[in-house]
């Protein structure tokens, strides 16, 4: 695992040569990327020495023009530790004034943060505040231990035991290796004639956000995309409903969970016109049902654990129950049209088969797929 370990100004940067030393014995490649004040803390030769990779202090100086992004994609996880309370401010409030704020704001797999600070700093109200930004914006946070601090007194503020840290980020790094999913993203398309076809308001983003998920957790994932904003490289591309239906049948052998973010329209135009059809005489264009794909899956496969999705505009909690059953789905999430549909973030409701049922507060879609994966993930053990 590559991961880039930003180090800021907390009396703990001392202890980062050990921690680095811990994550290589583990087989992770560490770069650190260390700032101003920290300099002062920890020796650079130390982190050079135990990382075998050169520390980034200063963009500017590297010999690629493009190594905020460069390392930002090829690392598997961004952890910072210690976090200050300054470089916690920054991160919440998108501030990019130096190397790791800068790597941080284009980082866009998992983060981890583990402050480290005196107790009164820990406990105000701004990095309360920026904190709870951090965890809406999907940041796993490594919470500091009481013990004793540099400013002399015994409180919560110290830098999490390295081997709490550690264990974190590596465990999240391989907690779905083997599992194999399947994810499906967007609208279907359905064709009224060449130029012509009916589509829904689906933008694809919870879709691509529980695909990263998955792929940061170490999992193998088949992603299978319709009409979406965002689109994903290396994706299955669908048009239709029957499409996708296809390219999910064909694959759901090889397959542990099926995750249905998808949107496929549940009708198409009855006849699907070969050349352009004429407005003159048009008033109302014929519709037939499509399947139901999760119905078909059923079917075909018992073992499967699927996860279905439902966007209602009323009656929520009923109407997701209703067809967790019908659809044979062993994991509903549930939202509304007004806060799911195209935008960055949800309010979802998970329905497990017992009747459970966990209403979340408002998340990022990034932090809503980190809470239907681990669902998915307890369905799996
Ligand atoms: N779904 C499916 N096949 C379809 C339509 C929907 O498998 N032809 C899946 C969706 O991907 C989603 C779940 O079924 O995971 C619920 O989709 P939704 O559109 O909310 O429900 P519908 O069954 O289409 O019911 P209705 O449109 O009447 O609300």
């Known amino acids: 695992m590559r991961i880039i370990l930003g180090i800021s100004s907390s ?3 001392y202890k980062t040569p050990d921690l680095v030393r811990r994550f290589s014995k583990r087989g ?20 050079e020495t135990v990382s075998g990779n050169r520390v980034i202090m200063n963009l500017f100086r590297q010999k690629d023009p493009l190594t905020h992004i460069n390392l930002s994609r090829a690392a598997d996880a961004l952890l910072i530790a210690p ?12 501030i990019a004034d130096d190397p790791l704020t800068t790597i941080s704001l284009a980082y866009t797999g998992q983060r981890f943060i583990a402050p480290a600070m ?20 999907g940041w796993t946070v490594i919470d500091p231990e009481a013990g004793d601090l540099a400013c002399g007194v015994h409180d919560v503020g110290r830098l999490a035991s390295l081997d709490t840290i550690v264990d974190t980020v590596l465990a999240h790094g391989e907690d779905l290796r083997g599992k194999r999913f399947i994810v499906t993203s967007g609208a279907t398309r359905e064709w009224i004639d060449p130029i012509r076809y009916i589509t829904n308001r689906s933008s694809g983003k919870m879709g691509k956000a529980i695909y990263e998920e998955l792929r940061h ?31 999910i049948l064909e694959r759901i052998g090889n397959a542990d969970c099926l995750i249905m973010a998808a949107a496929p329209l549940d009708f198409r135009p009855a006849t699907r016109h070969t050349q352009k059809l004429k407005k003159a005489g048009v008033t109302s264009i014929a519709l037939t049902e499509n399947d139901d794909i999760l119905k078909r ?41 007004a806060d799911g549909f195209g935008t960055d973030d949800n309010v979802i409701t998970v329905i497990r088969e017992n009747g459970d049922i966990t209403e979340h507060e408002r998340m990022t879609k990034t932090s809503c797929a980190k809470v239907i994966v681990n669902e998915a993930k307890a369905l799996l053990s």
């Open 11 to 13: 009396i703990s940067a």
């Open 28 to 47: 992770s490649d560490m770069f650190c990327v260390v700032t101003r004040n920290a300099r002062h803390l920890v020796g650079i030769k130390a982190l």
């Open 83 to 94: 976090a200050s309370g300054n470089i916690i401010g920054k991160l919440a409030n998108g």
């Open 118 to 137: 005196n107790s009164e700093m820990w406990r105000s109200d701004a990095v309360t505040r920026n904190m709870q930004t951090l965890r809406n914006a």
């Open 217 to 247: 957790r170490g999992a193998t994932v088949t992603y299978i995309e319709g009409q979406v904003t965002h689109p994903v490289r290396g994706a299955v591309t669908v048009d239709t409903t029957e499409d996708l239906m296809n390219a």
């Open 297 to 337: 899956v059923r079917e075909r496969d018992t073992k499967i654990k699927v996860v279905a999705f439902a966007a209602e505009t009323e009656k929520l909690v009923d109407n997701a129950r209703a067809k967790l059953s019908a659809k044979g789905a062993n994991l509903m999430i549930a939202n509304t049209i």
